[in-house]
Nanobody
């Protein structure tokens, strides 16, 4: 298991907001992503950020316009601001480092150093 720790989850009503944080010894200032996993479903990519020769951010279609990924390298912390939350956003949220493949696809198999997740519950 990796040494990244996600925090900031909780229970909110639909339309509410939460801000997740991720830090730990495996923080990678060059490329990281956020994922979520609902009960009985596979881990799915939510957003990713790259800050290297190639830089940018990408989002899953389901969260575009509602979620914002950012980072603070001085604090070695990755963030996910989640606004206008929907019940479909419920799940365990994880952060991870980019390792293989094209980071923009936000595929779990291309990321690693998974650590402790944080639970997000959105009620209707």
């Amino acid at each position: 298991q990796g040494r990244l720790v996600a925090s900031g989850g909780g229970s909110v009503q639909a339309g509410g907001s939460l801000k997740l944080s991720c830090d730990g010894k495996d923080y990678n200032k060059y490329c990281m992503g956020w994922f979520r996993q609902a009960p009985g479903k596979e881990r799915a990519g939510v957003a990713a950020i790259k800050d290297d020769v190639e830089s940018g951010v990408v989002y899953a279609d389901s969260v575009k316009g509602r979620f914002t990924i950012s980072k603070d390298d001085a604090k070695q912390t990755l963030y996910l601001q989640m606004d206008r939350l929907e019940p479909e956003d419920t799940g365990m949220y994880f952060c991870a480092d980019c390792l293989f493949g094209d980071w923009r696809n936000i595929r779990a198999r291309d990321y690693g150093f998974w650590g402790q997740g944080t639970q997000v519950n959105v009620s209707s």
